[in-house]
């Protein structure tokens, strides 16, 4: 075989050249190549885009089946503008009269294609879904951000100008109008000596929301964690149930064992409150009987303690002359 270095090196090279655009177009078309890829693409028409984004996820029944892959405007002469999504499902069998809703999908408005396959039939692959089988929902953040953005672009001078010249002008009418007009100059001079507190006012709504879209991770974790522990008090709610009720059979039964014996434990506890008082009240005998009791005891147990005998002498007794003292075994009797 002949060696490599020996080849021709346009040939390898030419190959190689062409392996590597082969690899990167099918890197840039991983999504239509078999195994890895692949799905059937649909599209979509709604009303308004939503916010939605290109890359959010399709779910049927919850379960990701698929990704957006595109969202286009365009101009219907009977409806009007019409937003148009293009969609790539894989995995999912759609009904001839599958339905497409945008929902929310986190707290921070990030969004997701939600589909109900209805029908008898297959849609066909390529096929739209018409305006009148999609919804979108209202979103409250993209409201909030368009109004600060247009009050923004108000001119409170000039708007307190205008209001002024209209009260001007309709000084001379009845005072019904001028009193409704002055009203308005009023509301207009409150509005424009209040314009930067309202600038500051959506300055910090404006860093409130990019806070909580810096943290877009941390809230859905939190989320997510609250939903585990009340997933776990709902799982232990059996144990805890169980519990409560062995509990308060227990507080009955204790409670019937004290009814059923009140006749016995009433004398009884009469009896022991008799005999302390009488142990206290002789308590200062107790104290001097047991403080004289100690040298006797003393004095017994050196008389006794020294084996079968008793140990003892009398004091005071002159010497015993020529007189042997033997002494006796004490019998175990």
Do not use: C
């Not at 080849?7 to 690899?23: E, K, S, T, Y």
């Not at 007009?181 to 006012?201: F, H």
């Not at 147990?301 to 033997?326: H, M, Q």
Request: charged residues 15%.
């Amino acid at each position: 075989m002949k060696p490599f270095r020996e080849r021709n090196p346009i040939p390898i090279g030419v190959i190689g050249l062409a392996a590597m655009l082969a690899l990167v177009f099918a890197a840039f078309n991983a999504q239509n190549l078999p195994f890895i890829g692949g799905g059937t693409t649909y599209r979509a028409e709604f009303s308004d885009a939503s916010n939605l984004q290109v890359s959010d996820d399709v779910r049927v029944a919850g379960v990701k089946v698929g990704q957006v892959q595109s969202i286009a405007l365009y101009r219907d002469p009977q409806r009007g503008e019409v937003v148009l999504v293009t969609f790539r499902v894989k995995g999912a069998e759609l009904g001839d009269e599958t339905r497409a809703n945008i929902k929310i999908k986190t707290l921070l408005g990030q969004k997701y294609i939600a589909l109900d396959p209805e029908g008898t039939g297959q849609l066909a692959a390529g096929a739209t879904i018409p305006l009148d089988r999609t919804s979108t929902p209202f979103d409250v953040t993209t409201a909030f951000i368009g109004l600060a953005r247009h009050v923004e672009a108000i001119n409170t001078g000039q708007l307190a100008r205008a209001f002024n010249t209209l009260a001007t002008t309709f000084q001379n009418t009845p005072a019904n109008v001028r009193g409704s007009l002055t009203g308005l100059a009023r509301l207009s001079e409150t509005i424009a000596s209040r314009d930067a507190a309202l600038k500051a006012l959506l300055a910090h709504a404006s860093g409130v929301t990019q806070v909580l879209a810096a943290h877009d991770t941390e809230v859905q974790r939190l989320i997510d964690d609250g939903d585990l522990v009340l997933h776990t008090v709902e799982q232990q709610r059996a144990v805890i149930h169980a519990l409560l009720v062995n509990t308060a059979t227990l507080a009955q039964q204790l409670a019937g064992l004290v009814i059923e014996n009140r006749a016995v434990l009433g004398p009884a506890l009469g009896n022991l409150g008799a005999t302390l008082r009488i142990l206290q009240t002789n308590q200062d005998n107790l104290d001097r009987t047991i403080h004289l009791l100690a040298p006797f005891v003393r004095d017994f147990a050196n008389t006794l303690g020294n084996g079968r005998w008793f140990d003892t002498f009398v004091a005071n007794l002159p010497p015993a002359t020529g007189v042997t003292f033997v002494p006796q075994a004490r019998s175990a009797g």
